[in-house]
């Protein structure tokens, strides 16, 4: 069974610009979350995708925003990038709410703002 | 709000030694309890999870954790630690209800296991 996917694994942008990040869950699992872990503010919760509804968004601004899509697969996007948003996105899913599912985390895109 | 204290940022230990992580977190309602692991350039991976029952949960590698209501903690404990346990550990919760769509993560402890 494959895990979670997440392209590309290392990305640099430069200031101004616009990333896409892509995440594709295990198969069946209908939850997504993205999380952004940086030295400083170790890891921080997004948002959280399930079967295409934005369930909840943490504290960012709206330069972050994400969709998932019918077959569940996710995209992340961050407009107008800043050399702050430099960090490891992980992306993560699970096969439903009840916390007994778990989550699993794929490895992770780096991006690194210059 | 929610959060979680990992105490130390980074702990040192021989091989074979005894290592105990520790994790606090505040909350005044029922929660689930976490230990991921993370290797350099990589996610993270479940190490245990704590959700009902029995307070003290096992991994397949020899890592515990006991879930201490009366003192909001869930320290992860080994007795004694390989080199490949070298890695950083995050205690996160999440919590009952209609709010456990997310983790909280604490602030993670480097575990660096010397020979």
């Known amino acids: 069974k494959a895990g979670v996917t997440q392209t590309p694994r290392y990305l640099i942008k430069t200031r101004g610009q616009q990333v896409t990040l892509s995440c594709s869950p295990i198969s069946g699992h209908r939850s997504v979350s993205w999380y952004q872990q940086t030295p400083g503010q170790g890891l921080q919760f997004l948002f959280e995708y399930f079967s295409e509804t934005q369930r909840n968004k943490g504290n960012f601004p709206g330069r972050f925003s994400g969709r998932q899509f019918s077959n569940s697969r996710s995209e992340m996007n961050v407009s107008t990038l800043e050399l702050g948003d430099s960090a490891l996105y992980l992306c993560a899913s699970r096969g439903g709410s009840n916390p007994n599912y778990g989550y699993t985390f794929g490895s992770g895109t780096r991006l690194t703002v210059v | 709000a929610q959060s979680v204290t990992q105490l130390d940022s980074q702990v040192p230990v021989f091989e074979e030694a005894p290592v105990e992580l520790r994790c606090n977190y505040s909350s005044s309602v029922s929660v689930y309890l976490f230990w991921y692991v993370q290797y350099p350039n990589q996610g993270l991976q479940l190490l245990l999870k704590?959700?009902?029952?029995?307070?003290l949960v096992e991994s397949i590698n020899g890592f515990e954790a006991e879930f201490n209501k009366s003192q909001t903690s869930f320290h992860l404990r080994k007795p004694s630690v390989h080199i490949s346990d070298t890695a950083e550990y995050f205690c996160a919760v999440s919590y009952s209800g209609g709010s456990n769509y997310k983790l909280t993560f604490g602030k993670g402890t480097l575990l660096t296991v010397n020979p």
């Open positions: 704590y959700l009902s029952g029995s307070t």
